[in-house]
C-alpha cells in the first residue's frame, strides 16, 4: 500500500469532511505546529545546556546539572509523544484524540516528576499527592486498556 504524504491526504480527505471536522483538523493542525516550535526550541535549549559544561563536568554528571538536563530530555520526549497523538488523531479522520494516551501522557509526566524528585526540599505530603496520582492513572489506564482489548475482541460492547 503506497503511504500518501500527510498533507495530500488531508487534501483529499477534505471534501469529504463536514463543517465541524475541518475545523478539528485545523485546529489540531495548528496546535501540533506549535507543539513542533516549541519541542525544537527545547531540543536548542537541551544542547546549548550541554554544550555549555565542561568536559570534566560532562564525565560526572550529578546532582542540579543531571536535574536539568534529564528533566529536559524526559519534557521533549512526553512533548514528542503528545505532538505524535495530536499528528495521529489528524491522520485519521473522525478519532478523536483517546482518553487512554491523554493517562498515559499524565502518567509519564508524573513519573518525570518522581524521577527528578529533590526528598530533602519536597514536603511528604506533596509526595504522597503524587504516589496516590500515579496510582490512580495506573488503574484508569488499566481499565481502559481492559475495556478496549474487550471491545476489539468484539466480546463485549
Known sequence: MKHKW???KLRTDWS????????????????????MIVIVIAFGRVI?????LPVTTLADIHGHDFSIIFGSIM????????????????????????VKTVV????????????LLDTETMHGDTIFAYAVSALCLGVVYYIL???ERLNDDGERR
Open 6 to 8: 500527510f498533507f495530500e
Open 16 to 35: 469529504v469532511l463536514t463543517f465541524y471536522e475541518r475545523f478539528e483538523q485545523l485546529v489540531s493542525a495548528a496546535i501540533s505546529l506549535m507543539v
Open 48 to 52: 546549548s545546556t550541554i554544550a555549555k
Open 75 to 98: 519534557s521533549l520526549l512526553i512533548a514528542l509523544e503528545f505532538n505524535h497523538t495530536i499528528f495521529h488523531s489528524i491522520q485519521h479522520r473522525g478519532q478523536i484524540v483517546r
Open 104 to 115: 498515559l501522557i499524565a502518567i509519564l509526566v508524573i513519573a518525570r516528576e518522581f524521577i
Open 145 to 147: 486498556d481492559v475495556r
